[in-house]
């Protein structure tokens, strides 16, 4: 979900998303400003990503795969303006189960120097 106030906490990691960085903070979910419920939390102001600590490794991927992916929508201007809710929360979550697969084609591909 988008649209909340991220408290400012030192970031665990720092990522690319079109060409912004973006802050990752791993976040204690008793005491974080997560929604009830959820495991993570994108927000554009300021601009940062918020992930429950004490999600598995996978876990925890899949879901920055998802935070990103609203990362993107925001940053590209399509979130809020011509997607609904709904819409984006569905196409992230389609992004957060395809990612994987992508990830694996994209690593067959042989890269030549």
């Known amino acids: ?3 909340k106030t991220i408290k400012k906490l030192k970031p665990n990691l720092t990522v690319s998303c079109l060409g912004r960085k973006v802050p990752v ?9 997560l929604g009830e419920g959820n495991l993570g939390e994108f927000t554009s ?3 940062g990503i918020e992930i429950d600590e ?3 490794p996978e876990s925890k991927r899949r879901v920055l795969v998802h935070e990103m992916t609203h990362a993107a929508l925001a940053l ?3 979130a809020g303006y011509h997607l ?3 819409v984006e929360e569905s ?3 389609v992004m957060e189960s395809a990612f994987e697969d992508i990830h694996n ?3 067959q591909i042989k890269v030549e120097e």
């Open 25 to 33: 903070t791993f976040v204690n979910p008793k005491t974080a400003s």
């Open 84 to 86: 609904t809710e709904m």
């Open 54 to 56: 004490t999600l598995s």
């Open 45 to 47: 102001l300021p601009l």
């Open 1 to 3: 979900m988008a649209k």
């Open 91 to 93: 196409i992230c979550t």
């Open 76 to 78: 590209s201007g399509l």
């Open 105 to 107: 084609a994209l690593n």
